[in-house]
C-alpha cells in the first residue's frame, strides 16, 4: 500500500499563507482521487478539497477562493496552497489517497492559525 506523508504546517496568523504537500511512496498516477481533510480539536474530521486523475477539483464552500489544491504526478505530490487564513482553519490537515476500494491516509500536519 502507497504511504503518505504530509509537510508545510506552521503556525502563521491570521490572512497568511502556507502550503502543504502530500508525498506519496509510490506513483499518484494510480489514485481516482486524492483530497484534504481537516480536524480541529473536539471536532469531526472534515473534508477540505479534492482532485481526481484527470486533474479536475472541488472545494468545501468553507475554503473556496481561499485554497487551491494542484497534484504533480512527476512528484508523486499533491499540495494544498492556502490563502487568507483564518483561526477557523486550525486543524490538523491529511491527505488521503483512494485507489479503487483502497484509502491511502497519511499522519497529517498541524496548521495554527493566530488571530
Known amino acids: 500500500q502507497v504511504q503518505l506523508l504530509e509537510s508545510g504546517g506552521g503556525l502563521v496568523q491570521a490572512g497568511g499563507s502556507l502550503r502543504l504537500s502530500c508525498v506519496a511512496s509510490?506513483?499518484?498516477?494510480?489514485?481516482?482521487?486524492m483530497d484534504w481533510h481537516r480536524q480541529a480539536p473536539g471536532k469531526q474530521r472534515d473534508w477540505v478539497a479534492g482532485i481526481t486523475s484527470g486533474g479536475s477539483t472541488v472545494y468545501a464552500d468553507s475554503v473556496k477562493g481561499r485554497f487551491t489544491i494542484s497534484r504533480d504526478n512527476a512528484k508523486n505530490t499533491v499540495y494544498l496552497q492556502m490563502s487568507s487564513l483564518k483561526p477557523e482553519d486550525t486543524a490538523v490537515y491529511y491527505c488521503?489517497?483512494?485507489?479503487?476500494?483502497?484509502?491511502?491516509w497519511g499522519q497529517g500536519t498541524q496548521v495554527t492559525v493566530s488571530s
Open positions: 488521503k489517497g483512494r485507489k479503487d476500494v483502497t484509502v491511502s
Open positions: 509510490g506513483s499518484i498516477v494510480s489514485f481516482n482521487d
